[in-house]
Antibody
Framework: QVQLVESGGGVVQPGTSLTLSCVASGLTFSRHGMHWVRQTPGKGLEWVGVISDDGSNQYYADSVKGRFTISRDNSKNTLYLQVNSLSAEDTAVYYC?????????????????????WGQGALVTVSS | QSALTQPASVSGSPGQSITISCTGTSSDVGGYNYVSWYQHHPGKAPKVMIYDVNNRPSGVSNRFSGSKSGNTASLTISGLQAEDEAEYYCSSYTSSNTLAVFGTGTKVTVL
């Protein structure tokens, strides 16, 4: 069955950078878009961004654009989220999720899908 | 992009039906049939229950159903069971630069 396992979380200082990883198994990783979603303490879910199956296109929430970078290594079945200039507001559990049904033509989203499988999340705490 | 509005909590007795609302705008819920619903038990991976407003993924109980009217989507759980106690989130595609938005979340309690 599909398994997604996030890692790389921990306690980090404000202003620093962090890279989260998500290793996928039980699927042909290179055939699927992948999302990142976060959940801040006591609050709900926030969509962070999505990367296409081949990594050529990334789309981000306005709230993280310019600070977050999503990438992937299909040879390692691994998804990444690099977060720069961390602040307390970035303290959250970060989830990776497999996309189903989202389509794009020449970088333009033509059909939006849903998050079919999720990992259990990695906790990032930003604190001095 | 503001979060979609859900009631903070909904409760029901075993066997009863409950409905969770998810209110957005014409730029998200009302404008597209790309509404999905997720069940989240604390400490576990969220699970999709409904996609494209009213479609159930394989393996999801037919006790879960979705609908939409105007800018409000709804998730109905019929024959409520103890295992349904969890947090539920709706999500929609949005025409804003932020492509997707989640709801504020609803805690479902089985009495």
């Amino acid at each position: 069955q599909v398994q997604l396992v996030e890692s790389g979380g921990g306690v980090v200082q404000p202003g620093t950078s962090l890279t989260l990883s998500c290793v996928a198994s039980g699927l042909t990783f290179s055939r699927h878009g992948m999302h990142w979603v976060r959940q801040t303490p006591g609050k709900g879910l926030e969509w962070v961004g999505v990367i296409s199956d081949d990594g050529s296109n990334q789309y981000y929430a306005d709230s993280v654009k310019g600070r977050f970078t999503i990438s992937r290594d299909n040879s390692k079945n691994t998804l990444y989220l690099q977060v720069n200039s961390l602040s307390a507001e970035d303290t959250a559990v970060y989830y990776c999720a497999k996309d189903r049904n989202t389509r794009a033509v020449r970088g333009v989203i033509t059909q939006w899908g849903y998050l079919e499988y999720w990992g259990q999340g990695a906790l990032v705490t930003v604190s001095s | 992009q503001s979060a979609l509005t859900q009631p903070a909590s909904v409760s029901g007795s075993p066997g009863q039906s409950i409905t969770i609302s998810c209110t957005g705008t014409s730029s998200d819920v009302g404008g597209y049939n790309y509404v999905s619903w997720y069940q989240h038990h604390p400490g576990k991976a969220p699970k999709v229950m409904i996609y494209d407003v009213n479609n159930r993924p394989s393996g999801v109980s037919n006790r879960f159903s979705g609908s939409k009217s105007g800018n409000t989507a709804s998730l109905t759980i019929s024959g409520l069971q103890a295992e349904d106690e969890a947090e539920y989130y709706c999500s929609s595609y949005t025409s804003s630069n932020t492509l997707a938005v989640f709801g504020t979340g609803t805690k479902v309690t089985v009495l």
